[in-house]
Nanobody
């Protein structure tokens, strides 16, 4: 199966921005739904955003709407998560995931995703 590798995490001040990247080992994503999740210490894995084709349809958790943008570059086999106006409570390990299951929309449940990256740490300082 395809392998996913996240990058772009790091330390940022509150109100700042980061762009995370998720690069797939394969040349194309086919019909996979690609998503971002995050997990803060002591908390469960939380859905952040997803993107699917056809139609380049995107989905966002209510908490990040208007601040985060998920996109993809098929030529680079890469999915991005642009995060703006970051908050300290959004400090977490951010994971890229792929859902190969055919769905009419998307899933916000981490158990529905079959392929995961190793995660990248995002720390937002106050």
């Amino acid at each position: 199966q395809v392998q996913l590798v996240e990058s772009g995490g790091g330390l940022v001040q509150a109100g700042g921005s980061l762009r995370l990247s998720c690069t797939a080992s394969g040349p194309i994503f086919n019909n996979y739904i690609m998503a971002w999740f995050r997990q803060a210490p002591g908390k469960g894995r939380e859905f952040v955003a997803a993107i699917r084709r056809p139609g380049i349809i995107t989905y966002y958790a209510d908490s990040v709407k208007g601040r985060f943008t998920v996109s993809r570059d098929n030529a680079k086999n890469t999915v991005y998560l642009q995060m703006n106006s970051l908050k300290p409570e959004e400090t977490a390990v951010y994971y890229c995931a792929a859902d190969a299951t055919t769905r009419p929309g998307y899933s916000g449940n981490f158990g529905d995703y079959e392929i995961w990256g190793q995660g990248t740490q995002v720390t937002v300082s106050s």
